[in-house]
């Protein structure tokens, strides 16, 4: 399950606590405050099975890292972390979105 976080704080809502997986948020309410920068976050749990097969982006090899299957191919201790390395290497290397 995934939370959109942008109108309520997560300390007030607690979204893991109903069940979400991964919650995403707007930091520039937050952080900011008055708009200057613009920002968000996406936190993950780290205990959704991402290689039960119901998703193909984490089940079929991607070609631009050499084959690997993101919820099958990586070492244990980062296995329950799959989510949150593929949203930060692909569009990393996609899009070049690095400071």
Known sequence: ?????????????????????????????????HGAGLGGIIVDKGGFAWGAGKHPLYDEPDTSYSGLRWGHDLPES??????????????LRNLGACM
Do not use: H, M, N, Q
């Open 1 to 33: 399950l995934i939370c959109d976080s942008t109108f309520s704080t997560p300390y007030l809502c607690k979204p893991f606590e109903f069940g979400a997986d991964i919650v995403v948020s707007s930091l520039t309410k937050w952080v900011g405050g």
């Open 78 to 91: 980062l296995a329950p972390l799959s989510y949150i390395l593929r949203a930060r290497t692909v569009p």
